[in-house]
């Protein structure tokens, strides 16, 4: 049982570029999420899905997006990348309506 | 406006010296709060929660209690790798389908 796992650990991209940021969970779990995590800014929501096939979008949507083909993976792409999408990005599940999320071990994006 | 905001944003501590770190939070309706705790590098990892006023949970050197307006994370006689950012979320009764994040307090425990 791996939980939440994230690919890749870690990515250098430079201005312009596009790239998908991979999360996978075994827990069978409907919710998945895609948050960033800046310096004084906290965890800020970007994209959400409640089941497979939908997606929603949180607090700082723009430039970003998401994909949930297969419950298990939850696909966040960036279609031309920008230095202000530096940043760690965490992906979460939880069971339905339970709430407690579990969170991957992040992916650190350096954009130039 | 749903909001959840942490203090003090750090704190530094003797091992030994027990302490309190407080959650406040404004939502219309709280289904649930929780604690994670969050290491250098890594992802939060899920503490506590928390559904009612009054209810107490404990783990280790950890216990946190909630009111209608506050929680408090107990750290009794912190060691060194009690060291990390802990976080508290709050999940709103009627939002199934997200968690408001404080911006989290960074606990420092000095041998």
């Known amino acids: 049982n791996a939980g939440v796992t994230q690919t890749p650990k870690f990515r250098v991209l430079k201005t312009g570029q596009s790239m998908t940021l991979l999360c996978a969970q075994d827990?069978?779990?409907?919710?998945m999420y895609w948050y960033r995590q800046d310096p004084g800014m906290g965890l800020r929501l970007i994209h959400y899905?409640?089941?497979?096939?939908?997606?929603a979008k949180g607090e700082v949507p723009d430039g970003y997006n998401v994909s949930r083909l297969k419950k298990q993976n939850f696909l966040l792409g960036l279609e031309s990348a920008a230095p202000s999408q530096t940043s760690v990005y965490f992906c979460?599940?939880?069971?339905?309506?339970?709430?407690?999320?579990?969170f991957g071990p992040g992916t650190r994006l350096l954009v130039l | 406006e749903d909001q959840v905001t942490q203090s003090p944003e750090a704190l530094r501590l003797q091992e030994g010296e027990s302490s309190s770190l407080n959650c406040s939070y404004t939502?219309?309706?709280?289904?649930?709060l929780f604690w994670y705790r969050q290491d250098p590098g890594k992802g939060p990892e899920f503490l506590f929660t928390?559904?009612?006023a009054g209810e107490e949970k404990e783990k280790e050197r950890l216990k946190a209690t909630l009111t209608k307006k506050e929680s408090f994370l107990h750290i009794t006689a912190p060691k060194p790798e009690d060291s990390a950012t802990y976080l508290c979320?709050?999940?709103?009764?009627?939002?199934?389908?997200?968690?408001?994040f404080g911006k989290g307090t960074r606990l420092h425990i000095l041998p």
């Open positions: 827990m069978n779990h409907e919710y």
């Open positions: 979320a709050v999940q709103a009764t009627y939002r199934d389908d997200k968690i408001i």
């Open positions: 899905s409640v089941g497979e096939g939908t997606t």
């Open positions: 928390l559904y009612s």
């Open positions: 979460a599940s939880a069971g339905q309506r339970s709430g407690t999320q579990y």
């Open positions: 939502v219309s309706g709280l289904r649930g």
